[in-house]
């Protein structure tokens, strides 16, 4: 008996699968390949496929997008009902919508600026209301 090391194990068995012989049905001394045979068309498609789905390291931004930037789609209303009034608006693909002051808003220049928040919208203080659960309902 002879021994085998590892190596010559696995190109042996390598060998046996890439070169199956099967006997012909129509002609009994006659043998033909399974089939099974390395295929470079294959490997191209790996490659290709590979080059779609793994970016290239170098093509990657320094810093990861914020959540903002991931998760919302951002639109701007430049000089909105007044010049200077600049809104921006993140809408989620939920449907739900965060409108906000554009950092470019009469708001935020050096004069003048933001003296105070009134919540005070109609007979209703909506700076008490509390909101909590998951469908976030009025709790008063």
């Known amino acids: 008996m002879t021994e085998l090391n590892a190596d010559d194990n696995l190109q042996s068995r390598d060998h046996n699968i890439n070169t199956s012989i099967l006997q012909s049905p129509s002609h009994p001394n006659t043998f033909q390949s399974s089939g099974i045979e390395d295929s470079t068309d294959g490997d191209i498609e790996d ?17 990861p997008p914020t959540a903002i930037q991931s998760n919302f789609i951002t639109y701007y209303a430049p000089d909105f009902m007044k010049p ?19 950092s470019t808003h009469v708001a935020f220049k050096d004069e003048g600026g ?3 928040v009134d919540f005070n919208v109609g007979k209703a203080d909506r700076s008490g209301i509390k909101v909590t659960g998951k469908r976030k309902k009025l709790m008063k």
């Open 114 to 116: 933001i003296t105070g």
């Open 84 to 102: 200077g009034h600049d809104q921006y608006v993140h809408r989620h693909a939920n449907g739900l919508c965060i409108v906000g002051l554009a």
């Open 47 to 63: 490659e290709e496929l590979r080059r779609l789905l793994v970016p290239k390291i170098e093509d990657l931004p320094l810093t």
